[in-house]
């Protein structure tokens, strides 16, 4: 089991960037997928971005966009770093750890999560 820990999170202007970090650990903190999902007020969980080894995954072009996911595996550590947010990015912001998934070549099964970090974008 993989016991994530997000921070970074808070709240930003309209325009404004935050980094968000996602520090694993536990007895299989190296994992072949990470990710991060988020889940604004009323609305379902929805995936934002993964990487499998070594490639990175966007849910969207107004996402890949404005987002990078980034991975240090020597420090467990894997960012996202956000930049030009707007009101809608605002959302608690998950990080999830996972196995590459049997048979695909892109996609992920997340089997950890993190406790969830707010980010808060104002206009």
């Known amino acids: 089991q993989v016991q994530l820990v997000e921070s970074g999170g808070g709240s930003v202007q309209a325009g404004g960037s935050l980094r968000l970090s996602c520090l694993a650990s536990?007895?299989?903190?190296?994992?072949?997928?990470m990710g991060w999902f988020r889940q604004a007020p009323g609305k379902e969980r929805e995936w934002v971005a993964r990487?499998?080894?070594?490639?990175?995954?966007y849910a969207s072009d107004d996402v890949q966009g404005r987002f990078t996911i980034s991975r240090d595996n020597t420090q467990n550590t894997v960012y996202l770093q956000m930049d030009s947010l707007k009101p809608e990015d605002t959302a608690t912001y998950f990080c999830?750890?996972?196995?590459?998934?049997?048979?695909?070549?892109?996609?992920?099964?997340?089997?950890?999560w993190g406790q969830g970090i707010q980010v808060t974008v104002s206009s």
């Open positions: 999830a750890a996972g196995v590459a998934t049997w048979g695909t070549v892109t996609k992920c099964d997340f089997q950890s």
């Open positions: 536990g007895s299989s903190s190296s994992s072949d997928c």
């Open positions: 990487t499998r080894s070594g490639r990175t995954y």
